[in-house]
């Protein structure tokens, strides 16, 4: 990339992969504009682990790198071949495995955020998680959400969840 604008969104059309134009207010534009606030919110999450859960750190760190891929896919025009692998099995397993180790001596009840400030970051992420799905499940009636996406969200929420215990 030579420079950061374009000028080419000046007049409310934005690209999907490949090219095609589309409005800013566009289904699969909005959905990706609400991962990448996830991701951001992630970033937040990580940075405030201080280094104490290096499992935690790297699951998440994974997750974010996923979230891109899964962004790419969602930028893909209907009947184009996206090239990206997706890897939300295998990571839907991590968070199940990494939820039942951090749930493990616990008793699961409905909790208030705000014990500490890195506990009111990650219910901040989980939160912007569940709009994630809610508007993935909005774009999947328009155009067709790999089922496998679909289960990774709601499993990251739940991790969060986990995690913020």
């Not at 604008?5 to 134009?21: H, I, N, P, W």
């Not at 839907?92 to 009840?109: H, N, S």
């Not at 909790?111 to 901040?124: E, M, N, Q, Y």
């Amino acid at each position: 990339m030579k420079q950061i604008y374009t000028k080419t969104g000046d007049t409310g059309q934005t690209s999907l992969r490949g090219g095609v134009r589309v409005p800013k207010d566009d289904i699969r534009i909005e959905v990706n504009g609400q991962i990448d606030h996830l991701n951001a919110l992630l970033g937040i999450v990580r940075a405030n682990e201080n280094g104490c859960c290096s499992d935690a750190v790297a699951l998440i760190q994974s997750v974010q790198r996923e979230l891109m891929v899964i962004m790419s896919h969602i930028a893909t025009p209907d009947g184009e071949e996206n090239p990206k692998p997706l890897h939300t099995d295998q990571l839907t397993t991590d968070m199940e495995q990494a939820i039942d180790r951090l749930t493990a001596d616990r008793t699961l009840a409905f909790v208030i955020p705000g014990d500490t400030l890195p506990s009111a970051f990650i219910h901040l992420a989980r939160t912007q998680c569940r709009t994630v799905e809610r508007r993935l499940w909005a774009l999947h009636r328009q155009h067709a959400v790999s089922p496998t996406v679909l289960t990774f969200f709601n499993r990251l929420s739940d991790y969060l969840f986990a995690l913020s215990l």
